[in-house]
C-alpha cells in the first residue's frame, strides 16, 4: 500500500509529464495555446523567424539545467548566431491570472513567448 507522501510524489510526476506533453503540443505542432513575439522577433526577417520557430521546435535537449521541474517550458538557444528564448506561461481561462492546474487543458491557456535573449 502506498503512503500519502508516495502518492502526492506520484500524482506530481504525473502532472509534470501531462505538463510536458501539453508543451511538447503547442511547441512543435503548435496546438493548445498561443505563441506570442517580442517586438525584437517580430522585427526580424521572415526567413529568421521561420528558422527560430523551427529551431524552437526542433529541440529535444532538455536536461536538469534548463528544465530542471521537467515540464519543457523554456530554453535559450543560438540560431543563425541570435541568442533567443521560448517560455511557456499557464493562465486560467480570463488570462488574469495563473491556471489553476496546469495539466488540464481545459482550464488553462498556454501562451509560449519568443523573445530574443536580452530581452528577458
Not at 503540443?25 to 496546438?31: D, S
Not at 491570472?97 to 519568443?114: E, Y
Request: charged share 20%; aromatic share 6%; with cysteine.
Amino acid at each position: 500500500m502506498h503512503t500519502k507522501i508516495e502518492q502526492i510524489k506520484n500524482n506530481k510526476g504525473q502532472s509534470q509529464n501531462a505538463v510536458a506533453v501539453l508543451n511538447d503540443k503547442l511547441r512543435t505542432q503548435h496546438i493548445g495555446g498561443r505563441i506570442m513575439m517580442t517586438r525584437g522577433i517580430s522585427s526580424l526577417d521572415k526567413a529568421r523567424i521561420h528558422s527560430i520557430i523551427h529551431a524552437i521546435a526542433s529541440f529535444t535537449d532538455f536536461n536538469s539545467n534548463n528544465d530542471p521541474y521537467g515540464e519543457h517550458d523554456c530554453a535559450i538557444l543560438e540560431v543563425e548566431g541570435i541568442s533567443i528564448m521560448w517560455k511557456i506561461d499557464y493562465y486560467d481561462e480570463t488570462l488574469d491570472g495563473h491556471s489553476p492546474d496546469a495539466s488540464n487543458p481545459n482550464i488553462t491557456v498556454r501562451i509560449m513567448t519568443v523573445m530574443l535573449a536580452e530581452e528577458y
